[in-house]
């Protein structure tokens, strides 16, 4: 699995947008990307997948470039419940364990 | 969407007792299921790929006669942490992968377990 640096942490307050991004150089050409979204003493929660360019959803928006060595999970207008851990997951074949690493940790103040 | 379940949501025991923690997928089969484990402050680790009829496929360092895991069907894998020890007092989290979406997968919502 390739792969990936994502800030520590992440400030930010209510109304807020945030973006956090994601490094992942080593991308295979099958490779998706997926965010999954954690609060305290609770299993990840699936946000959002893609592979390149833009996705958007309900939640969040993805940002890929051409180079997809990188991606931008975009957060609009934040609220103090989105204060969770932000996880950035590259590649995997399907239905194979999923790697986490540190994931980014936001905060989100009122 | 897709939902798993735990069972139970949180346990306190005795060291050296047995306990067990089950994962079902609700409303769709799954034929792999993962488990992983959570100490505070901590990213989830891989502990082990429960197999469907099949024996289960264990990380390295995970010992596979202490957490013992067991795929009884199609929706349903167990975690058996065995002669629990206050060092296993975790998050323990199963998964399953999604039946339709590519490289997703599905969290139940975990289970701490707390060995006195």
């Known amino acids: 699995l390739a792969k990936t640096t994502q800030p520590i942490s992440m400030d930010s307050y209510e109304g807020q947008e945030v973006n956090i991004t994601c490094s992942h150089n080593?991308?295979?050409?099958?490779?998706?990307i997926t965010w999954y979204q954690q609060f305290p003493s609770q299993g990840p929660r699936f946000i959002i997948q893609?592979?390149?360019t833009k996705v958007t959803n309900e939640v969040a928006s993805l940002f890929i470039p051409a180079d997809r060595k990188s991606s931008t999970l975009s957060l609009p207008r934040v609220s103090l419940s989105d204060t969770a851990v932000y996880y950035c997951?590259?590649?995997?074949?399907?239905?194979?364990?999923?790697?986490f690493g540190k994931g980014t940790t936001l905060s989100v103040s009122s | 969407g897709a939902v798993v379940s735990q069972h139970p949501s949180w346990v306190i025991c005795k060291s050296g007792t047995s306990v067990k923690i089950e994962c079902r997928s609700l409303?769709?089969?799954?034929?792999?299921m993962f488990w992983y484990r959570q100490f505070p402050k901590q990213s989830l680790m891989l502990m082990a790929t429960?197999?469907?009829?099949?024996?289960?496929?264990?990380e390295q360092g995970v010992e596979k006669d202490k957490f013992l895991i067991n795929h009884a069907s199609l929706t349903l894998s167990t975690l058996t942490v065995t002669s629990a020890h206050p060092e296993d007092s975790s998050f323990y989290i199963c998964?399953?992968?999604?039946?339709?979406?590519?490289?997703?997968?599905?969290f139940g919502p975990g289970t701490r377990l707390l060995v006195l």
């Open positions: 893609g592979y390149k």
């Open positions: 080593n991308i295979a050409t099958n490779d998706y």
């Open positions: 997951l590259v590649g995997g074949q399907a239905g194979t364990a999923l790697i």
């Open positions: 409303d769709f089969q799954a034929t792999t």
């Open positions: 998964s399953a992968p999604s039946p339709t979406a590519r490289e997703t997968q599905y």
């Open positions: 429960s197999n469907e009829g099949s024996k289960a496929t264990y």
